[in-house]
């Protein structure tokens, strides 16, 4: 999990004065295909065992950090990565207005939240700000990698949680039925089919189901497109 605890373990293990290594080590073999992605949060350990724990992950180079969001303000133009990880909640100018402020500086970079604050209010500023993704800190390293790579690829990233507390505050469009709105809704939060099957207590065989009728009432060819298509009618 992305917390404290495992950012410390992951600061001993990389041997904090050589995370940047560790990292390059661990992408030496395919750093030209690499995500580049830049950690933005002003605790230093958690932001020193994050750069540490995705220096590690495959496809993933860590392009730098910054402890704020005016920090990252000007750092991310300079070096622009493919992603940035943002908490919300930092002194100074804050994750949500350090969001818009890239968006228009760098409308090519996907932003993805990463913090430990559920606040339906937060994810709604963050979303109107420009970002892709809205995460807790509590998923594992691996997890938050390959969110990391689907924010890449265009698609959205939520925590199951999040998009719960949404969820009740959006209206459905009118050729879908609630249980399909509530696929399509996981489906942009990145959930897999095993995932949404055990969320809305279904078998995989019916998710898929459900799946190709969202698409076919949509005309829509993948689930990158749902994912698109709910984020542009207000579904995420």
């Known amino acids: 999990m992305v917390n404290e605890e495992n950012a410390r373990n992951a600061g001993n293990a ?20 690499a995500v580049r992605v830049f950690v933005v949060d002003d605790q230093d350990l958690v932001r020193e065992g994050i750069t540490a724990l995705l220096g590690i992950q495959p496809g993933i180079e860590v392009a730098g950090s910054a402890r704020d969001g005016a920090e990252a303000a000007e750092a991310v133009p300079a070096c622009r990565p493919d992603v940035v990880l943002m908490d919300v909640r930092m002194p100074g100018l804050d994750g949500v207005s350090a969001t818009a402020l890239l968006r ?27 970002a892709v993704g809205y995460l ?3 998923l594992p390293a691996a997890d938050l990698a390959q969110a990391v790579r689907l924010a890449h690829a265009g698609i959205a990233r939520f925590d199951l949680t999040v998009i719960g507390g949404l969820a009740a505050g959006l209206t459905a469009p009118d050729t879908l039925t609630p249980r399909e709105t509530e696929v399509l809704r996981l489906i942009s939060a990145g959930a897999t089919n095993k995932e949404i099957a055990s969320r809305l207590y279904l078998s995989e065989g019916t ?23 709910a984020r542009d009618n207000g579904l995420i």
Do not use: W
Not at 14 to 33: F, K, M, R, W, Y
Not at 116 to 127: G, H, K, Q
Not at 208 to 225: A, P
């Open 14 to 33: 990389g041997n904090a004065g050589n995370a940047g290594n560790a990292g390059n080590a661990g992408n030496a073999g395919n750093a030209g295909n």
């Open 104 to 130: 228009r500086r760098l409308p090519s970079c996907k932003i993805v939240m990463l913090t430990t604050f559920n606040d339906d209010e937060y994810v709604s500023r963050a979303l109107k700000a420009g």
């Open 136 to 138: 807790l800190k509590n």
């Open 207 to 229: 998710v898929k189901n459900h799946i190709s009728r969202v698409l076919s009432r949509l005309g829509l060819r993948d689930r990158t497109q749902a994912a698109l298509y």
